[in-house]
């Protein structure tokens, strides 16, 4: 992996005062904002001298220098210092990863014979329950909502990020019945999978729901590389667009990335009861992908 992931910066927390006002002034800087499903910013990134920014509203502004080891976390004073440190590995983080110069995925996976199979889709798609549904297969949980890329040498790599595996309360109960169930989004166990060696990222899986009518419960499809960038672009994690050089990297590698690991689509109609038909269609399409795989870049999804 590129330089820029070796060794994950220190997070350090300073309570802010009882009103703290905005750290920028939107007339001097090209802030980045980035809305969540709702339309609402869920986070400024901007640049000031030598520190990088990632504001994240009502919670925690966070800075960073790009060549240093340690990131400053300032934070509300409603606001616990467990929540600050979870958002910092779930959220900010790959976002300080990105920023430092390696791409990371806004994905879940898992570690299969064959190398990381990487889990992308929109919220709610279902990434986290399905890798966790894959572990208890057999498969090692990998990351849960970022991944990081490498693209540099004659096989695409991934390494580690920290993490926490989080489910919905309904997905929970489902693995577990016995378990009450988290009042929202719960981490049922911490990774910090850093000290392992980089591997091979062999697949993208892209998930996606389908309409309760769907003739078939499950459907796999494999994407050309011009269908799988499209798809997997949209996941990224960027810190800011505002810098060219570092946007027309960006973009380079995912083509790569798209050029070089296949991809399938899995169309699913939802529920938990048709999980394991999921697991099945992921199982068979790696599966296949050892055996024919020039098949991935050739055949279209139709």
């Known amino acids: 992996m590129t330089s820029s992931l070796r060794g994950i910066p220190k997070l350090t927390l300073t309570a802010a005062g009882s009103n703290p006002g905005p750290l920028w002034d939107e007339g001097e800087l090209a802030i980045q904002t980035w809305p969540d499903l709702y339309g609402n910013v869920f986070a400024y990134c901007y640049s000031q001298g030598d520190t990088d920014w990632i504001e994240l509203p009502g919670l925690a502004d966070f800075g960073f220098s790009r060549i240093g080891e340690e990131v400053k976390a300032v934070f509300r004073p409603s606001v616990s210092t467990e929540l600050v440190q979870e958002t910092y590995y779930r959220s900010v983080l790959p976002m300080i990863v990105q920023a430092r110069g390696t791409e990371v995925l806004h994905s879940s996976a898992v570690l299969m014979p064959q190398g990381v199979i990487a889990l992308c889709g929109k919220s709610w798609s279902g990434k986290s329950t399905t890798a966790y549904a894959l572990s208890q297969r057999g498969y090692p949980l990998w990351a849960d909502d970022a991944v990081a890329f490498d693209t540099a040498g004659e096989q695409v790599t991934t390494a580690p990020l920290p993490f926490r595996i989080q489910l919905r309360p309904a997905s929970v109960s489902f693995f577990d019945p016995l378990r009450p169930a988290p009042p929202a989004t719960g981490a049922l166990a911490h990774f910090?999978?850093?000290?392992?060696?980089?591997?091979?990222?062999?697949?993208?899986?892209?998930?996606?729901?389908?309409?309760?009518?769907?003739?078939?419960?499950?459907?796999t499809c494999p994407l050309t590389s011009a269908q799988a960038f499209a798809a997997v672009l949209s996941h990224a994690y960027c810190f800011s667009l505002h810098h060219r050089k570092r946007k027309r990297q960006m973009m380079q590698r995912y083509l790569d990335l798209t050029a070089r690991v296949p991809a399938f689509e899995i169309r699913y109609k939802p529920g938990l009861e048709k999980?394991?038909?999921?697991?099945?269609?992921?199982?068979?399409?790696?599966?296949?992908?050892?055996?024919?795989s020039t098949l991935w870049v050739t055949q279209s999804c139709r």
């Open 192 to 219: 910090d999978q850093t000290n392992q060696e980089p591997a091979i990222l062999a697949a993208l899986c892209i998930l996606k729901p389908a309409s309760p009518d769907a003739s078939l419960n499950v459907e």
């Open 275 to 292: 999980l394991s038909a999921v697991l099945d269609g992921i199982e068979s399409c790696v599966d296949r992908l050892c055996k024919e």
